[in-house]
């Protein structure tokens, strides 16, 4: 089939990347021109493993095209993806100044019959507004809504072995469209979900609240064990062998961030109010994480008291998330924030997401290639992102950089006694604070 993907970014370009590996030739249109120049040049804007070399293969094949000429992008497309942003608006809803740009600029530009699927995660009711707004072009333009699913850090492996497929389509022969499409993906019986755009929709905002959701819940546990005395690994192993409660997305940590889930979150609580039924579990959800945010900043505090400024701190992990190097709403930004304003020096070392980092707070930080090098003369550590070489590291080596001995470990890589035995004091997060030659002291 014949594709264009419109805004090619981290799903319009994994998107269109996976369209073109199995045979589709595919368009990627973006109005940033650098990002175009880059992906035409080989290099890719962002970090996704295993992209760079989908995106090589289909170019080199002839299959994947990238334009800012949307025109000439759109012009051989049976189907047109629009994947641009949706950020959250100062009230909460979401924008989407930039999905109505696009399809007023398709009902200008369709120079035959199309079909436009909606991939941006957008409120219920927007397929029918960009269906009106579509309908002023000189040829019939239907309207599909098929939200993403995909991980960043996953995210090609998600595309081409996606859970499910779901689409919202007003007439059957769409749906048809898009199951032909999807079909070389979906052989393992995993089911294509044909339902109304409205569903779709809300399946989407469903699906984050839920995740969302066990997220705040296990953090709230995280922090009533660490006061109680509890330890919420031992919980989390006693309630997840409940086959009704199972153990993914149950990991207690420093909040959730990224460009999905704290957006998503508000623009459902913006939708509910909306329509006068206040979404109650989703309030709670989005303040939990708020203060998650700041959990680590307060140990910190806590531990140094009035000599926290004059400390130097080394942070490991900047990302969002580990194998991204997306940091929009990433809970190691509030902790910088937090630090930075009470005077901390601070050593930074991500493995992808340091340039998306220097990019906001240029020499205010001080940027390390290796995570050893931003523990020298540290006086204590802070983790953040759990990327996978963070699990095991050399407690030996850490001694003899660090000033002091201290780690915050925001995400819990550690069993309690193993940074102790090599002389380190070591909070996390919903466990009791080790000590070296000490039992744990709450
Ligand atoms: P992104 O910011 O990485 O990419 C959006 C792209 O659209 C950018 O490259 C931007 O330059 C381009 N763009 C903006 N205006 C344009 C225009 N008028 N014409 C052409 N291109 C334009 O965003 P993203 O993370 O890929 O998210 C896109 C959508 O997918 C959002 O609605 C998001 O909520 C949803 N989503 C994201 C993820 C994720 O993990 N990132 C997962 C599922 C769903």
Redesign the pocket.
Known sequence: MKLAV????????VTGACFAESGNEVWC????AR?VEMLEGGRL??YEPGLLEVVARNRREGRLHFTTD?PRGIAPAQIVFI????PQSADGS?DLS?VW??AD?LAAHANGPKIVVV????PVGTNRKAAERLARAKFPLDVASN??????GA?VEDCTRPDRVVVGVRRPEVAAVLQELYAPYLRTERPFLVMSPESAEMT?YAANAMLATKISFINEMANLCERLGADVNDVRRGIGHDARIGFPFLFPGVGYG???FP??IRALIHLANEVGLPAHVMEAVDRVNDRQKQVLADKIRAHYGAALGEKTLAVWGLAFKPRTD?VREAPALALVEALLAEGVRLRVHDPEATGNVRALYGDRLTYCDRPYGALEGADGLAIVTEWQEFRNPDFEVMRRLMRERVVFDGRNLYETKTPAAHGFVYHSIGRKTSRPGAEGDG
Not at 83 to 86: D, I, K
């Open positions: 419109v805004g090619t970014g981290y799903v319009g370009l249109i973006d109005k940033d990002k804007p962002i949307l994947a641009v942003g949706t979401a930039t740009a696009v600029a991939k941006s995660t957008v939200p993403e699913f995909l991980k960043e995210a989407k990224g460009s999905c957006k998503d997306d």
